[in-house]
Every structure is written in structure tokens, then in C-alpha cells.
């Protein structure tokens, strides 16, 4: 008859797999959890640390309002983007990346409010610049099999924070947060942003949140799992109930959103 | 050019849809949540309704242990299933229906306890008989579109839990609900139990509880959600977490466990 | 560390699910294929058979020239809907089921034509009323784990074809197979028609074609397989194309369409 | 009531998407399809080009023997990866990249045996070496949205085939074509290869073979198709059956695999 047996690897973590294809990153016992320090922000632990900004670092006066706004709601970290993977080549007024001038501005913020920064790099090129102001480097989902770019940051010794790729598995979401932490680089932070999946409920929203994999993940990894419950659900009236649930279901939050967004996050 | 205009029904739901399609489904103002009593029991309101109990009612033992249990944990309904659709056709000792003598060991149960009892019927010859016991029904994932068998549930007068496929849109989940509604029942509760995704996160986990579909049904439709967190999760240490998710995403819990799961959830 | 042998049934077929989940529906050597006649068509054969007709019977009028078409074009067995699962309890003119009055005219059309009749039926009342027209019932996506109606179809011993679920693995569907076997009733088909995935490129066309499941079934199954490469694609243009590929995987096919469609499959 | 309109970008392609996201890949007439010659193979057109080879170049003496056996068996490329994105960090004897050495051994054999070759780079670092073994820069999966990384193989204005991402939609597929165009490279070969979804029939199968997105992709794009049958399927006796299906579906042939799964192509 056919074979079945599992010669090659499969789709769903082994118990060998925690020994031999991210050693590092497996937990060595069961109440093993990392607390990763950040700017006096810790991760991993008893604190609900809130990163909270601007999808885009659209303008000087955007960054500053919304810094404004997320230190006197008592978020943690100022998040925003200058760098964007935009799916399509063309830009326009709306939707562009300011790029220097962003990142620039971004560290006007931070001084100004004395909020840590977390953005996004999509290039090696951009590493030593962006590292000059960011506490914490974004790999975004695109990039998160891009073995080459992984290992560059993590060289740069600064923390981490590894989206999950939308079509990606637990595994390979390890697979890819071992290449960080094989150079040396143990302050790394997982983050859920969605996936992709047959029903989403909205035309526009192209991913659903998939928060069983926080329980999953700290059943197998000892980092620190952050939910980002804006990016999949795209539609504001629902981040607030997914941002809930995410927190319930053990993560910290990663959130995009304009004033009235982040004031509802209260 | 080739034409992309949708004039066929779509994946997600329009508001044309809300008008035509589930006109008693839909919500008629933003503030429109039914409230659903049942023994009670108010679904949809300010209480948090649980439903415990074991997946099979194996045996007398077993359901009347359970039930104590379901009881003084302060949970609100008994559930257990007598009649449940297995995927082959072959029976053993571990996995067998109970059918009518499980029907009969729920109803001793309920007046021991004196708790609600919630059950799945999956044909409609032993509606009669479920009736003279069950407080609310349950419609099981696979009969969602079953038509004919929605009418001779919905014509029973019986309150309705009414299980999302596992490969089903809000859209098609509430057309269903509206073949429930159009007999003039008007108790029909909503159960989310998990989706078919590429990624679970264990081999023995089948779905992914889809909690996105909470905050997106509760914006178009007024029918209470409820979510069963523990047949997607089949994996008893996520179930806890993915309870508190649930109900931090609105919805009302539905839980499948053996005593110490149930406990689990105080 | 945590537990992650599989102890549970997983969503893949394990060789033991070959002994003991679906024996009747499991090949016994590499080359047992079963050869299935009905009406002198013969599936699972050297020939290729192939079902056309329209969607749903919507006249006498139509199913007359539709059927005339089916003979001229030299496909074997004429299909169509006289009973259809309609996600909305609401009729209009143009979506409706013709129900007695359609079977009776396509029992008309298979005398005109002598062409065998393929069509679904979705509620165990209307069985004895169907098998008197019908030389194969079609149990649709729907109702393929509705199992007591598995079991009522598979005892008037008519050869039956069965739609895949649009959610479900390899491995439930030969279990859906298995109910009907272990009737005693031997003549089965199945039939793909189309799964849900993230993506399937219109926003029209609700599933995917899924043709990795023509081997995948051929290596484990007996039974004949067909495709319907219309359902899924819900675009005329994809049709022929996904026709063609389909028998080029292994398949016999079931094709739904008006005319020009027929004709195109030439 | 909710708003439901697509004020966004939704999932599917639009008649405006066309105009304004990617013109470029879009076709101008519904027979405009581009036909792209390398080294004399002639991509698009009439013939059926099928490139073979091995998963990794893993020594000389196995790129040799397969590179005589792809030109006996009268394939029209060989391709074999040197550089290969692996899941993990770890490396062990069976499964290691070759690197120079191997895109060495790559034009060694093409020169002995006179066929094209295709690769696959992941770094900007190596273009120009690659470039000057390479008829044909493959982009693999992981990289379609590493948009710098697109921007510099466009650059190097050799023909590029850009794999699918195996959970990326049609629309950001050809997002990401048009960053390799709008350089001003106009040989693009897009290349299916698999997505991820629910279920793919064996646990060591991790994707399915999309060949839905062959007529999806030809209706818009006036790009060279071609599928790969063996990544998605990952098991041999799958493939020749996938392989035929992909061609009946309109696509050229990318094909993995030792001798006798090559020799199986004929």
C-alpha cells in the first residue's frame, strides 16, 4: 500500500523540532518565559506593555499629535512607520514613505515624550540609520523569511520584534525568530498580525487575527508574544473588542491607529 | 477588458444583503441586541451565560458527576451530547452514542440539578423526543445547511443554538439562521466552534477559533454569539485562554471539558 | 516538555484510517480501481465520462434544449437541480426550485434523449418521488456529512455521486464514502467541486478548484473520481481551461452550464 | 447602519487596479500575451517550455548526471537551486546550500550539456556572480515581497521568474511584478508553486497546486504562466499527473526532481 509515514518534515511543531530546528527558542521547562527589557519597558512579564502610533509617519505634526496622545493614555512604546512595504511600486500624496525624514522625526518624538520607538526596516542599507533612534526594530511579515535580512539585524544588537508572516506556520515563525537568536541576539518578541484565511467578514479586512496561536506559542517558545489587533481586522469598531481578547488570551499589544483609535484603547 | 464587476453574490456581506437576504437576522439600529431567556437564562445581556458539560453523555455516571460539578462551579446550562456525528461510520466501546438512553440520563440530570440542558439533534425523527428534555438545541457544524432540517427544528418552538460550519462566512452562516427565523422562532443563539485554516498548530487541532467573527457578526446582526473554545483548540491547556479571549471579545461561552477542564474556567 | 504526539485523529489519512475508518472505501492493492456502470456509462474506466446541463431545471423549455445539446455534444448523462440548497430562504423568479415539476421534466428530457440523469436531492422525503427519474443521486457539498441522509440514499441502491464538502479533508469525505459503502451499496462516485481557500481570484468565484486531491484520492480510494470544474470557478472564461486540467489529473467530469458553455467543452 | 463599502484595497483585483496598480503586467487587449525568448527558448508562445532539475545542486557529480538526463529527456532548461532558503538555521550534510561552488558546477554543466539554466538567488550580494552563470534570476516565494530585493534583480536586466507566495493573493502577485517591470526588465515569468490552505492530502504536502490562478492570470495579465507541480505536492507520484494538468491549464512546466521523476515527464 501507499506510504504515509513522515519522512520529511511536516506542517505541526515535533517534539524533535524543539531539540534540533530552534533549540533556542524552545522553552527548557515549562514555567520558562523570558522577560526582555526595553527602555525600562519589560516584555514577557507581568506588565501589559501597549506599543501604540501611526500606521505611517505621515507628517512632523502627525507623529507629534499621536506621541501626545499615547503618552497621556499611558501607552508604552510610540510605534509608526517610515519605511512601509507597499504592495504595489506607484506612490501618491496619501500613501508614501517619508523614509529619513520620517525615522528623523520619529526621534523628535521619542525625545520630546520620552517614548521608546519601535519601526519597521526593510532593507540592510537602512539598518545603521534606523538603529540611531529605534529602541526596538520591526521585521515586518514580508520579511519574515528573508534569512539574509534576519541575520543583519539581528547583528545590529538592538531588540526585535518578528512579525508573523500571513501565510506562515507556528514553525516556520520559530524557524525564523532561531535565526535570530543564533547570532547572539536574545531580545526577541513574536508578533501575531493575522493571517490569511478563507473569511474575514469584511472585504477589506485581508486577514483574521489568530490569537489560538498565543496559547500555542507559550506552550513551545519561551518569548514574548505581542498581538497586533489593527492590521488584520482594518476596520476600527473592531480593534477594541480583538485588542480585549488578545490581552485575555495572554499577549501584549501592538496597535496602529489615529487619536480616536488609540484614545479607545483606554 | 475583462469584466470585474461582482453581479453575482459575493464572499462577504453587502448592505443589500441586510435588506434581501437576512432581513430578520440584521440588526435594524446600532443599539439592537436581542435578549434570549431561556430557563432563566438570559443570552445577550448583561450576564455571562456558560454552557458546560462533556462532549458525549457516556454514561449515567458521568453526566450526573459532570452535572454537580457544572453546577457548583456556577455554570448555567448542562450540555452533552447523546446523538453526534462521527466521521465514519464505525463505532467503539470509547466513542459510541448514548442516543435515546443519553436523551433519557440528560433529562434525569436536569431535574437533579436543576440546570438547563443544552443538546445536538442531527435528525429529524428524534426531535420529539429531544424536546420532551432539551431546553435549547443544538444544530451541529455539518447540519448548518441542511435546509429541511433547519424548518423542522425551527418549527419545534425550541430555543436554537446554531453552530457555524467550519468553512462557512458570517454571510452564509446567517442565511442559515434566517431559515430559523422566517418560521417565526425568534430564539436563536449563535455558536462559533472554529474554522478550516491552513495553520492549527497541532496536528490534533482541526480549526482555529475565529474570534474576529464576534465583534464582525455583533455589527450586523442582533442574534446573541456564543463561542465554543474548546472543539477548535482540542488541546485542554488552551482552552482556559481561549475562554478568557472569547468573552473579552463579547460573546458567551459554550465549553466542552471533563471536570478538571470545567474547573478550569472558575 | 509538552505533549505532542498525535493520540487523537489528526487531518490526514494515517495507514491505520485505511484498516479501520474507511476499509470499504480503501484500495486493497495499487491497481484496484473500481469500474462503476450505470445506465452503459462506465466510470472509473478507460472512457471519460462526462455530465452537462444547467445549473438548476428552470423549465421544461430549457432542460429540453439543454438536453438536446448534452446528446449532440456526445456527453453521457444529463444534470441538473430540481432541488437546490439555497443559502437564504427567499425565492425570487430566476432562483428557484422547481422541485416535483422539474424532476418530471427531466425524466421527459431522458426519455426524449436517452440520456441517463444525474440530480441532487437534499431531503430523505423526496427519495422514493427522485429514484423514479434519477440513475444517479447527487448528495451535494452541503449534506456530504449529513449522515442519516447518507444513509437513506445509500439504501435505495441507486449509484450515487458525493460532493465533497468545500471544507473538508480527503479523509472525511472517504469517511462520508464509508457510510454509504457500508450499506452494501457499492456504486459511489465522488465528485470535487471546489474548496475554500484564502484566495480564488474573483471576487464571484467562492472556492478553488482543488486538483491535488485527484491523485491524492486515486492513491488511497477505489472509487471513481469526477470534478466539476464550473461550481468553483463560477466563470465561464475558467471553465474549459479547469476542464481540461482536470482530466489531465485523472478525473471524469460534471459540468454545469448553458449552452455556449456545453459547447465550448467540445 | 454599518458601512460596507470598499473605500480600501480589498482582496480581489479591480478594472481600477489595472489602470493604476500595475499597467504594466496588466494586458492592453484581450489577446495581448507576451512572448519572452531566453537563450532561444521561447516563453508564451507556442511551445511548452519545461525546465528540470534538482531541488539543490547538491554535488557536481548529481548536477551532471540530471543535466544529461533533463537534455536526453528534451527539457529545455535545467534548473537547481544553490542558494536556498531553509526553514531553519542548522544546517546538516544532506541538506546544505553549495553556494558558489554550486552556481560553479551550474555553468560547468550548461556548457557541457548546452542548456539554459535557472536559479535561484536571495541576497542583492550575489547577483553579479550568479549573473554570470544564470539565463533566468529565480525570485523564490519568501522573497515575492522583498521589494528592494526585486528592484535590484530587475536591475540586472536579466529575465526573472517570480514565484508566487504561498499565501499571496493574484493582485499582489502582480504588485509585485510591476516592481520588476517598472525598471524597465520586461522578461517576467510569474510561476505558481503552491498556497497554503486547510487541507493538502499527505501532512508532508505543504501547499496546493493553485491551478485555478492559470486562467485567473491570463485573463489580466499578458505575462508568462508557469506552474511548478512538484514543491506543493511533495511526493512523486503526484507530480506527473499535477504536471499534466498544469499544461492542460495553460502553463509552462518548472519541475523538481531527481532522474526517474524527471524521466517520468516524458
Redesign the interface.
Known sequence: ??D?D??????????DD?Q???PLAA?Q??EHFSRISVAGVEFGGNELPIMAGPNMVESRDLIFDIAANVKRLGAHCLRGGAFK??????RNAKYNETREEGIRWLGEAKERFGLPVITEV??E?YLPMVCEVADIIQIGS??M?????LTACARTGKPIMLKR????????WL??A??LL?EGNERVLLCERG????????????Y??????????K??THLPIVVDPSH???WA??VT??A???????ADLYCDGRPPLTGSLQ
Request: aromatic share 12%; glycine share 4%; proline share 11%.
Open positions: 500500500m501507499a504515509f513522515n519522512k520529511f518534515p511536516g506542517k505541526d511543531i515535533t517534539p524543539l534540533t530546528k530552534f522553552k521547562h515549562p512595504p507597499l504592495s504595489f511600486p506607484y526593510m532593507d542599507r514580508r520579511n523569511q528573508n534569512y539574509p535580512f508572516h500571513y501565510g506562515a506556520s507556528l514553525r516556520d524557524g525564523a532561531e535565526y543564533v493571517v490569511s484565511v478563507p473569511h474575514t467578514h469584511r472585504a477589506t479586512s485581508r483574521l487575527l489568530d490569537l489560538q496561536v498565543v496559547p500555542a506559542a506552550e513551545v488584520a481586522t482594518f469598531p473592531w473588542p480583538m480585549l481578547a488578545s490581552v485575555a488570551a495572554g
